[in-house]
Nanobody
Framework: VQLQASGGGLVQSGGSLRLSCAASEFTLDDGYIAWFRQAPGKEREAVSCIYGRRRTTYYAESVKGRFAISIDDAKNTVELQMNSLKPEDTAVYYC??????????????????WGQGTLVTVSS
């Protein structure tokens, strides 16, 4: 299984970015796919997750109403649309996946597959 995250970049506060996580050898309908982020000097934190089978979505309180996670079936990718970005959203964003059917979505140890990070920088 390989996960490839992309879409990071530099954006001004209030702007938008769209991250993409391409999955190979992993069927998105079969498990949970999540985005985590890690800011400099801080612990990795869960941002959002989608359960592929039911398309159930989960969000951290800090991003609710601003971020939206979805699956693009044609591309076999998980997308994270990030709007109204704030400087505190600056971090390296990672996508992660698991084939488990029931997890605590916010716990990084629940995921056995991880992509490389993509850097998001939000300037004030």
């Amino acid at each position: 299984v390989q996960l490839q995250a992309s879409g990071g970049g530099l954006v001004q506060s209030g702007g938008s970015l769209r991250l993409s996580c391409a999955a190979s050898e992993f069927t998105l309908d079969d498990g949970y796919i999540a985005w985590f982020r890690q800011a400099p000097g801080k612990e990795r934190e869960a941002v959002s997750c989608i359960y592929g089978r039911r398309r159930t979505t989960y969000y951290a309180e800090s991003v609710k109403g601003r971020f939206a996670i979805s699956i693009d079936d044609a591309k076999n990718t998980v997308e994270l649309q990030m709007n109204s970005l704030k400087p505190e959203d600056t971090a390296v964003y990672y996508c992660a996946a698991t084939g488990s059917s029931k997890i605590l979505w916010g716990m990084s140890q629940e995921y056995e597959y991880w992509g490389q990070g993509t850097l998001v920088t939000v300037s004030s």
